[in-house]
């Protein structure tokens, strides 16, 4: 079949570069359309139960992530031209289409009382510029007279104080959203500038665009370092720049088909397929070093190029092939995580390697036939003398001092599994960013101040129609003392609920005194009712706060980023107060909100990665057994690919690098890339066994002939990931370091261990062989 492939491409071979070069304009055209994605990333499957009561609240309420803030430490006496450039800010940035609205000390409202027609209206509390700091101060005393804006707009212990700026639903999830964010933080920078203040800017509007642009700059910055360290290493391997500048393009080609396959299969551009190019560029450069040397190992051997080119393609083609196919499963079985964040990246980089795989398999043997021959100096690179005196000192380690390579693995196993136990399994909203970035420490900096910036969200279903203010308002009562239970974890902003409405409205009603800021009894209740409410502006809107049925009622909190493993144990105590205020049988309360989400998307990820691993393993192990038919020798072949793992682990243990989405996605990738070498020993292997070949003899030529690429692939990858270090992203960062690692250790488990366990499987077959040879003997004796 191999023998019939290779003539099918050195016969025509114009042929196939017109195809491929008509196939990479298509995918091009595609590729030259991708768009980032706007939208949050959709980590839980359709039908998980915390994503169906987020849908639901999203449809009664609208989306909660729509806030960012600007905040700074306003000092103890504001200046008349501090308030005034704040005043200007907001009423700027009111002005921008697609903001909803601007609050601040400066842009908030009051309750006016109209008792001739029963009304309550908000008004704007700062209707122009102070004139005066007489004027200034008498606007100050009214705005700290209003107990409902302490705690959300400024904090009187601390002297900070916030803008908070809610973008319309419409431009939450589109490219609109970038410009209004850059927007935003240019009049901020200006009024920063202008009054001689450090501003802070957070909110999940900026917070995904922020990332979303990182994302942006590393996809690009990852493919060029990607291409420039893959040149240099190519470069030094085989010293051509012609064989460097061919390589490149033809995986370059690859990353073209890539880019065009996220874009035809529908999607865009997130935090995890932007890292498809440049990884594609890393794992397709080692096809290319396989076949170049192999080519050239051939042509060293006869002289004759066309022979030496289909001898390449035919005893490398399988190999390739079936290491490909590992590294591809390695991505595919993200399928089975049902996370559309997953399946996206899994799907497109498992056919994207598959792609490349074609691509370079006919390409560089074209490409190969049309240059010169290989000259002494590009072929002095098969001489390799130092690599050759290593694989020489493991050819001896493996068929003389197994015992030595057995001991070693078991220590550093055991104390890998240590390692392992203790790594911990947390997840933070910010995670991924370092401490010094300027979005973590803003974020950290309006937890200090306001406890938290991050949405959290409680919905109370009372079950039935108007259900929320039946009952002489108990209801009510019941919201408020479930607000006051929650403010008590200390890791909650001031609640924002309808109660906080009626509070404003109930102290308004009663002379404007800020100890009237209070949930009235039933008679105070009934009094608010009876006034019509303008729902024209303001912040506490009641039909935020309520559904049109009046059955919902919504509780609007931020809380602290204080990670999945304290959030889960907060909901747990939370739950049990909950229950005991609203009877489960009379109502359904759920938490829910954007920061939940994602915590509850890590915890899934978790979870369903793992089993995504040991599908893995099972559909690699098939793929093995397409070499050999012995499950022992297969299953036995796995432990060079597991131990890695097992040691990477540890490590992350022992470095206190924690397991979240970014990091144990390493396993999957390792594992698949790290049996690429099981496949090629394994099928040269095989190949000398059929050749007649003894199994030492077999181990001691495979471990040489093979032992040369693996080691130029395991620094090919080792340099390719390592290039992930330079991200702004911690999870990429540990990504590509730990990768890296994983690699290496698999590279040295492949090249000792793998062919260790071949000996002693082989050697303990031969030994009940005699065995059994001598039991013949001896009943022959006997008779």
């Given at each position: ?39 949050f990333a959709k980590i839980l499957p359709q039908g998980d ?336 003398k130092r690599i050759n005196y290593v694989l020489n000192l ?328 390592a290039i992930f270090a330079v991200s702004d992203f911690g ?53």
């Amino acid at each position: 079949m191999w023998r019939k492939f290779a003539s099918l491409i050195l016969r025509n071979r114009v042929s196939w570069i017109v195809i491929i070069l008509l196939l990479t304009g298509v995918f091009g055209f595609f590729g030259s359309r991708i768009q980032l994605s706007y939208e949050f990333a959709k980590i839980l499957p359709q039908g998980d139960p915390a994503l169906a009561a987020y849908d639901s609240f999203k449809q009664k309420f609208g989306h909660d992530g729509s806030v960012m803030v600007i905040g700074f430490d306003a000092p103890d006496s504001m200046s008349l031209e501090l308030f005034n450039g704040w005043f200007n800010l907001g009423n700027d940035l009111k002005k921008l289409d697609g903001i909803e609205e601007v609050i601040s000390i400066a842009n908030l409202y009051t309750i006016s009382v109209n008792d001739s027609i029963k009304s309550l209206n908000f008004e704007p509390v700062v209707k122009k510029v102070a004139g005066n700091q007489q004027e200034l101060d008498s606007l100050t005393q009214i705005i700290y007279n209003m107990p409902f804006y302490n705690g959300l707009l400024y904090n009187k212990e601390t002297g900070s104080t916030l803008m908070a700026i809610t973008f319309k639903q419409k431009d939450l999830n589109s490219k609109h959203r970038i410009d209004l964010v850059n927007a935003i933080k240019a009049r901020a920078s200006a009024f920063s500038t202008e009054n001689d203040i450090k501003i802070h800017l957070s909110g999940m509007p900026y917070i995904r665009t922020s990332v979303m642009q990182k994302v942006s700059h590393e996809m690009t910055l990852f493919l060029v370092l990607a291409i420039g360290v893959m040149s240099l290493i190519l470069l030094v391997f085989f010293r051509s720049f012609s064989v460097v500048f061919y390589s490149i393009l033809v995986v370059t080609i690859g990353v073209i088909w890539s880019v065009g396959t996220i874009v035809i299969f529908g999607y865009n551009i997130t935090i995890l397929s932007g890292l498809i190019p440049p990884l594609i560029m890393v794992i397709g450069i080692p096809n290319c070093v396989f076949l170049i040397n192999k080519y050239h190992s051939e042509y060293s051997r006869h002289e004759n190029k066309m022979k030496a080119l289909s001898r390449m393609i035919e005893t490398m083609g399988v190999s390739l092939f079936l290491a490909n196919i590992t590294t591809s499963i390695g991505f595919g079985v993200l399928y089975f995580t049902n996370s559309s964040l997953l399946t996206e990246f899994g799907v497109v980089a498992a056919i994207s390697v598959m792609l490349t795989y074609l691509i370079t398999l006919i390409l560089i043997p074209i490409i190969l036939s049309y240059l010169k021959a290989p000259g002494f100096r590009q072929v002095k690179h098969l001489e390799a003398k130092r690599i050759n005196y290593v694989l020489n000192l493991v050819n001896y380690l493996v068929t003389e001092k197994r015992h030595f390579i057995y001991y070693g693995t078991a220590i550093i196993t055991l104390v890998s599994v240590y390692g392992m136990l203790k790594v911990n399994v947390i997840g933070f909203v910010v995670d991924d960013l370092p401490e010094g970035d300027v979005v973590y420490k803003d974020l950290r900096y309006f937890e200090t101040n306001f406890k938290g910036i991050l949405p959290f969200e409680i919905m109370i279903d009372t079950e039935k129609p108007n259900g929320v203010f039946s009952n002489s308002g108990s209801t009510l009562y019941k919201i408020n003392k479930l607000q006051k239970v929650a403010t008590e974890y200390g890791v909650f902003s001031r609640p924002l609920s309808l109660i906080e409405g009626i509070k404003f409205s109930h102290q308004q009603l009663n002379g404007g005194e800020a100890k009237k800021y209070v949930l009235p009894g039933a008679m105070g209740l009934q009094e608010v009712a009876s006034y019509k409410i303008d729902q024209s502006a303001g912040l506490v809107r009641s039909n935020a706060f309520v559904d049109s049925t009046k059955q919902y009622a919504r509780i609007s909190m931020q809380i602290a980023d204080i990670g999945s493993q304290k959030t889960d144990e907060l909901i747990a105590a939370l739950k049990i107060r909950t229950d005991s205020i609203f009877s489960p049988e009379e109502f359904n309360v759920s938490f829910t909100g954007h920061s939940l989400m994602f915590l509850r998307g890590n915890d899934y990820l978790l979870r369903n990665l793992l089993e995504s691993l040991l599908i893995e393993i099972l559909l690699i192990t098939i793929v093995g057994l397409a070499l050999f038919r012995s499950l022992r020798i297969i299953l036995l072949s796995k432990l060079p690919c597991l131990i890695p793992l097992i040691i990477t682990a540890g490590i992350m243990g022992f470095l206190d690098i924690r397991f979240k989405p970014s990091t144990i996605l390493i396993f999957s990738i390792a594992f698949g890339i790290s049996s690429d070498g099981t496949i090629y020993f394994l099928t040269r292997y095989r190949h000398e066994l059929k050749a007649g070949k003894s199994v030492i003899d077999a181990i001691s030529i495979t471990i040489k002939e093979t032992g040369i690429g693996m080691v130029y692939t395991a620094i090919i990858l080792f340099s390719g990931f390592a290039i992930f270090a330079v991200s702004d992203f911690g999870g990429t960062v540990a990504m590509g370091i730990l990768l890296s690692t994983t690699l290496l250790v698999a590279m040295v488990t492949n090249l000792l261990l793998l062919p260790a366990i071949l000996v002693s499987i082989n050697n303990r077959t031969l030994r009940k062989e005699l065995e059994q040879e001598a039991l013949v003997e001896l009943d022959n004796d006997d008779d």
